[in-house]
């Protein structure tokens, strides 16, 4: 059987997708992200989309135009993607959190632009949820796919994700790597399911690897 080439392999399913930064504002000026094109997500989506799926894309902010025939809505902070993730929960057959969601969120947001002075600032952050997570708690039917940026122990620490989210399957790339880091058109990614295999592949085109993660939630999950 030949990858990615079967035109409705996704007929009846519904895809939820989350991607790119969330921003967490800091004061009127100024935020914190994370190093993110939402390109990985955008390709999910319309990869999903091109085979059948029905898709809804939760996205932070990007540059990207909404894919076409895509339920696309936005968010800015991770508080108001976690709000809308949990309105799908029990909702949809495939949940893939392609996000780079902030960790943390800081404490306070001054409603006046902070003005400098001569002192060190210390911002203090609290933690946001783990959309994820909280997703995989019940997950019921919903087939959950969750992604691992690492920098270090790349398998080992995407492995532990699986257990700690109650994943169904993780993909994991090393953002140091030539060719798998952020902004670019392509990734090297591993694929790894809840039994632990794990299947390591080429630098590919991020649309290519959106099929081949297509493939692996097909062949593990949709009959
Ligand atoms: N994720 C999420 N909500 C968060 C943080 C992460 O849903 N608040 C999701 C991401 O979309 C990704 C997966 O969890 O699919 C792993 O994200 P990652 O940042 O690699 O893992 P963390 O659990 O946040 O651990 P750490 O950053 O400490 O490595
Ligand atoms: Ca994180």
Not at 63 to 72: F, K, L, N, R
Not at 73 to 78: K, S
Not at 98 to 114: F, T
Not at 125 to 140: A, C, Q, S, T
């Amino acid at each position: 059987e030949l990858l990615g080439t079967e035109k409705n392999d996704y007929d009846g399913i519904t895809v939820l997708v989350t991607a790119g930064p969330t921003v967490e504002p800091i004061d009127p000026v100024r935020y914190i992200t994370n190093r993110s094109s939402g390109k990985m997500g955008f390709e999910i989506a319309k990869a999903a989309k091109s085979r059948g799926a029905k898709v809804i894309l939760i996205s932070g902010p990007t540059s990207i135009e909404d894919p076409v025939d895509v339920e696309t809505i936005h968010v800015n902070t991770a508080l108001e993607m976690y709000n809308v993730v949990m309105k799908f929960k029990g909702k949809v057959d495939v949940f893939i959190g392609a996000a780079a969601v902030a960790d943390y969120r800081p404490a306070i947001y001054e409603v006046n632009k902070i003005k400098k002075s001569d002192d060190a600032l210390v911002l203090k952050l609290v933690r946001n949820p783990d959309i994820l997570y909280e997703f995989g708690k019940e997950k019921g039917n919903t087939f959950l796919v969750g992604f691992a940026a690492e920098t270090e122990n790349l398998i080992e620490s995407a492995k532990a994700k699986i257990i700690r989210k109650n994943l169904d399957l993780i993909v994991a790339n090393d953002v140091l790597k030539e060719g798998a880091g952020f902004s670019g058109d392509t990734n090297i990614v591993n694929i790894i399911d809840k039994n632990m295999n794990v299947k390591e592949y080429p630098l590919m085109s991020k649309t290519d690897v959106a099929h081949v993660i297509l493939d692996e939630i097909k062949n593990l999950f949709i009959r």
